[in-house]
């Protein structure tokens, strides 16, 4: 009848919702998990219209002081005729898990982030040294012309800066040892 009620929870249901059975019984799931009735309704719709089960894994925000993810599944029960009597729904607190992957995934975000620094430091530092090279190649050519000189000497400056940055780079990204100095602060 489109109408989902409750026909009888677990003590573990109550502990983790402080939502009481006698209070749950034969009520509708919307009124049963109040900010959250109209998603759980939503899915026993899915789940009966599909005719088989389905797994969700959301926050659920109003059951205590925290959020927890809950990873529900929900599977139907048929009778003899193949009418869809029931649903059967567990669900399991998977907040830690969740927060691990969480945290997996930046890292090798970081991981990646870092790999390609150090490639591209590599590559640019590469071009630097053909660069800076060159520079000083022509460099005896340009003694005689100092406004020249002043400029090739500049265009050297700017290559050492570029490639303290490329260091900085490598360092970033764990292909080169940091080289740790002591400073007067």
Request: aromatic letters at 4%; charged letters at 25%.
């Amino acid at each position: 009848d489109g109408v989902f009620r409750v026909a009888d929870v677990n003590p573990a249901f109550e502990k983790a919702t402080g939502i009481r059975a006698r209070r749950a019984r034969g009520r509708d799931v919307r009124d049963v998990f109040g900010g959250n009735g109209a998603r759980v309704h939503g899915y026993y719709a899915q789940v009966v219209a599909d005719r088989r089960a389905m797994t969700v894994s959301e926050p659920i925000t109003d059951l205590g002081p925290a959020p927890i993810t809950w990873e529900t599944r929900m599977a139907p029960v048929s009778d003899a005729d193949g009418k869809i009597i029931r649903i059967v729904g567990s669900s399991r607190d998977v907040t830690e898990r969740e927060a691990l992957e969480s945290q997996l995934r930046r890292a090798q975000r970081m991981e990646a982030v870092g790999q390609l620094t150090g490639g591209v430091a590599h590559d640019f530092n590469n071009l630097l040294q053909v660069i800076r090279a060159n520079l000083e190649m022509i460099g005896p050519a340009l003694a005689a012309d100092p406004t020249a000189h002043k400029r090739l000497r500049n265009a050297i400056h700017g290559a050492d800066r570029a490639a303290q940055l490329t260091r900085q780079m490598l360092a970033f990204a764990r292909r080169q040892p940091l080289e740790p100095k002591v400073v007067n602060l």
